[in-house]
């Protein structure tokens, strides 16, 4: 299937004869709403889609972007972030679409392409759409990020949610920060590889080696502090997931304690098996720590204060473990993976079309700094105002309530069409939340995330190791 550049906006009169005969369907009580037409299909590539057009179609089709899918995990085609927040988009007039991916993992090279080709086959059955609009969950706001850069003709707006938007360099780079940390102060002596892993086994039998020794230090006052040190590296925030306690400014044990928890699922998950895959596809190690001073990264953390509190109560040095990781031998990167990474998954901050990336402040596996990251690559490249990037003030990944994510899709749209952004502050986003779904939570709040703590974008040629 070929991808071609977008025509001009038009509604044909084709596209309003296809869908009555597409919609038409058994008569129905006056009271029923009709029924939106679902299509399902598999793409030259081997992904399967998911297309829903409701009877009413108000002409916007939103191109949704799924996470970050495991390797060997179950991959089905989705076209919304949550079947809540589809039901009332559908309710509204917005046809749904997406795709699967032809693989699973970091899938970047077959991602961009299928959700193109999942655009070309919606506007082959349906016509051409007079707005189209592509959004994307955690991984997907990188793919969805992706499109906007590298294939602006093909759309008119972006919405990332808590998305990767600092590229695949700088994520897999201060994943790797955490890990080094706590290899090297919990587990000196243990043969613990962080990177090149030949096969999921060894990175599997790594993960499992150091989770073992996170479980032991979790014990004792001085590993509680290491861990707090690694978490802090990491930019992981001390509450992330609502079936935790929400901790007090100074309640540094639990702060610990909720930090702990994601630190565990990094190493389960990202660290070595996930990283391993994407090893697999770059060829080769994309990540590196040589230059890197962990004190000063560590001073620029909103937790320092907890993690300098918590050394002090272990009557543990912060300066000798610090001294430890700056002079423990560094890890370098393959060029060619770096290479690799660069071209598919890093970003240059060139936006030719508007952009609302929207990102909760209490999120572990994808931290709020990673805004700051995109927009320094924006700047840079003199789109900023072409970018806003929004907050809501919740625990979790993703945790966005229905009102609140078409609270920021109804701004994008008015950006879109006005050629100007209307009040993208809380109070304004709060009160669309609150008209798009009464009876969901409106919890934006005004939040300036920290600097990230290695940035890596194609606007910075000094980035590069």
């Not at 600092?166 to 706590?182: C, E, K, M, S």
């Not at 998950?269 to 770059?282: D, G, K, N, V, Y």
């Not at 473990?321 to 890093?346: E, G, Q």
């Not at 995330?449 to 940035?455: E, I, K, L, Q, T």
């Amino acid at each position: 299937m070929t991808t071609r550049t977008r025509t001009p906006r038009r509604a044909p009169s084709a596209l309003l004869t296809a869908l009555a005969l597409l919609t038409t369907a058994a008569p129905q009580a006056a009271a029923t709403a009709p029924a939106p037409t679902r299509v399902e299909g598999r793409l030259p590539s081997g992904a399967t889609y998911l297309i829903d057009v409701p009877a009413h179609w108000n002409g916007t089709v939103l191109l949704f972007s799924h996470g970050y899918t495991p390797a060997g995990s179950p991959n089905p085609a989705r076209n919304a972030p949550d079947p809540a927040t589809a039901q009332l988009l559908l309710e509204k007039g917005y046809a749904l679409i997406g795709s699967s991916y032809a693989t699973t993992g970091w899938a970047v090279t077959d991602a961009v392409p299928d959700q193109l080709a999942t655009l070309d086959t919606f506007t082959a059955r349906f016509g051409e759409a007079r707005r189209t609009i592509a959004w994307g969950q955690s991984y997907g706001g990188l793919v969805t990020t992706a499109l906007a850069e590298r294939h602006p003709g093909r759309i008119d707006g972006s919405l990332p949610l808590c998305g990767l938007v600092h590229g695949g360099v700088a994520n897999w780079n201060n994943t790797l920060d955490a890990v080094f940390a706590l290899r090297t102060l919990l587990a000196p002596t243990a043969d613990i590889p962080l990177t090149g892993f030949p096969d999921r086994a060894t990175a599997a039998d790594a993960a499992g080696t150091l989770a073992n020794a996170l479980t032991t230090a979790q014990r004792t006052d001085h590993g509680r502090a290491r861990i707090a040190l690694a978490a802090a590296l990491h930019r992981i925030p001390v509450h992330s997931d609502a079936t935790q306690p929400r901790p007090a400014p100074d309640d540094w044990r639990t702060q610990q304690a909720n930090q702990y928890e994601a630190v565990s699922g990094l190493v389960r998950q990202p660290a070595f098996l996930w990283r391993q895959e994407a090893e697999q596809r770059a060829g080769g190690t994309m990540s590196w720590n040589t230059g890197v001073d962990y004190t000063a990264m560590l001073r620029r953390s909103p937790t320092y204060k907890q993690v300098t509190a918590l050394y002090k109560e272990a009557g543990l040095s912060l300066r000798a473990d610090l001294a430890a990781l700056n002079r423990a031998p560094r890890l370098t990167a393959d060029p060619a993976a770096v290479d690799w990474m660069s071209r598919t998954s890093a970003f240059t901050g060139r936006l030719t079309e508007p952009q609302l990336s929207l990102h909760t402040t209490g999120d572990a596996l994808v931290p709020a700094q990673v805004q700051s990251a995109y927009r320094r690559a924006a700047t840079a490249a003199g789109a900023t105002p072409l970018l806003r990037q929004a907050y809501v003030d919740t625990p979790g990944h993703c945790t966005f309530s229905p009102g609140e994510q078409l609270a920021a899709l109804h701004t994008l749209e008015d950006r879109v069409t006005t050629g100007r952004w209307d009040d993208t502050g809380p109070a304004a986003l709060n009160a669309r939340a609150r008209a798009a779904d009464p009876a969901g939570p409106a919890r934006y709040a005004r939040h300036t995330p920290g600097p990230y703590p290695r940035p890596y974008d194609l606007a910075h040629p000094a980035d590069r190791p």
